[in-house]
């Protein structure tokens, strides 16, 4: 099982950036797929950015796609969730996920296996 720790969330106003960072341990990250996920009050969580298990791969929500951009230092464990231009409906409690299946794909919350506590982003207009 790996466990895992995001940061970097805070309050900012529409048009800045932030960086999320989530780091792993208990066992490698290599070889398994890795996402973002984000829930806003009241609403489902839903699916941000991912990356296929060779990390060769990324998946973005359309809502994100040109905005956030997904990437990963396996020698360090960590992975980031870089967010440009955010706007007010980017504000949610943002989650990182790896997948449950070694060498799958994974785009859907049941996909993923080991969630991190999740970090909060705010963006005010």
């Known amino acids: 099982q790996v466990q895992l720790v995001e940061s970097g969330g805070g309050l900012v106003q529409a048009g800045a950036s932030l960086t999320l960072s989530c780091a792993a341990s208990?066992?490698?990250?290599?070889?398994?797929?890795m996402g973002w996920f984000r829930q806003a009050p009241g609403k489902e969580r839903e699916f941000v950015a991912a990356?296929?298990?060779?990390?060769?791969?990324?998946y973005y929500a359309d809502s994100v796609k040109g905005r956030f951009t997904i990437s990963r230092d396996n020698a360090k464990g960590t992975m980031y969730l870089q967010m440009n231009s955010l706007k007010p409906e980017d504000t949610a409690v943002y989650y990182c996920?790896?997948?449950?299946?070694?060498?799958?794909?994974?785009?859907?919350?049941?996909?993923?296996?080991?969630w991190g506590q999740g970090t909060q982003v705010t963006v005010s207009s």
């Open positions: 208990g066992r490698s990250f290599s070889n398994y797929p």
């Open positions: 996920a790896a997948g449950r299946l070694k060498y799958g794909l994974a785009l859907k919350v049941s996909d993923f296996g080991s």
């Open positions: 990356f296929s298990w060779s990390g060769g791969s990324t």
